[in-house]
T-cell receptor, first 114, second 119 residues
């Protein structure tokens, strides 16, 4: 079936370095993508989103890139901090007949070394 | 921002009993609520979509008679795990959908999750 997947299950970076988390999606009809951060024992926390009519969007220390040609999404975190340690999920919003439900990727665990 | 709460935050029950989990949107009315299940080190898996006043729509492979969903109002949805077994032990997360995000796509706000342990 349709799914959203990630290339790397774990990522370890040094504090202050930039982090890049990747995601591949399979539904070319998806028109909205979201990155979530999930800390242990908590619900997902919205980080940044991007619509399919854009290829880049920037937030505070985060940038999301969307490449619709290869159905690839990435999250870049600048100057990674220990507080960024968490699991990051991309999610695909399937509108129309799917009623707006989200399909989550497998997740990448980001570990920031001090 | 919009706040979604869940109650209880964690519950331990004996095998064969039923457990009810509540999901509330505290400062907005949710047109739709979603229930997810998450096993350790895994992603969130959508279980069902519920709309206020109508029957929930379950994802393929999710037993509707085991996971009863009631969406009684625009601020409350409940998930009841009936005759729970150890394999039902998981982290259950709800989200609430609101059309008030300002864009064409409804925003979803997630609850903090409920840790269910079935002995």
């Amino acid at each position: 079936g349709e799914s959203v997947g990630l290339h790397l299950p774990t990522l370890s970076v040094q504090e202050g370095d930039n982090s890049i988390i990747n995601c591949a999606y399979s539904n070319s009809a998806s028109d909205y993508f979201i990155w979530y951060k999930q800390e242990s024992g908590k619900g997902p926390q919205f980080i940044i989103d991007i619509r399919s009519n854009m290829d880049k969007r920037q937030g505070q220390r985060v940038t999301v890139l969307l490449n619709k040609t290869v159905k690839h999404l990435s999250l870049q975190i600048a100057a990674t901090q220990p507080g960024d340690s968490a699991v990051y999920f991309c999610a695909e919003n399937m509108r129309g007949n799917q009623g707006g439900k989200l399909i989550f990727g497998q997740g990448t665990e980001l570990s920031v070394k001090p | 921002g919009a706040v979604v709460s869940q109650h209880p935050s964690r519950v331990i029950c004996k095998s064969g009993t039923s457990v009810k989990i509540e999901c509330r949107s505290l400062d907005f009315q949710a047109t739709t609520m979603f229930w997810y299940r998450q096993f350790p080190k895994q992603s969130l898996m959508l279980m069902a979509t519920s709309n206020e006043g109508s029957k929930a729509t379950y994802e393929q492979g999710v037993e509707k008679d085991k996971f009863l969903i009631n969406h009684a109002s625009l601020t409350l949805s409940t998930l009841t795990v009936t005759s729970a077994h150890p394999e039902d032990s998981s982290f259950y997360i709800c989200s609430a959908d609101t059309p008030y995000g300002g864009g064409p796509v409804d925003e979803q706000f997630f609850g903090p999750g409920t840790r269910l342990t079935v002995l």
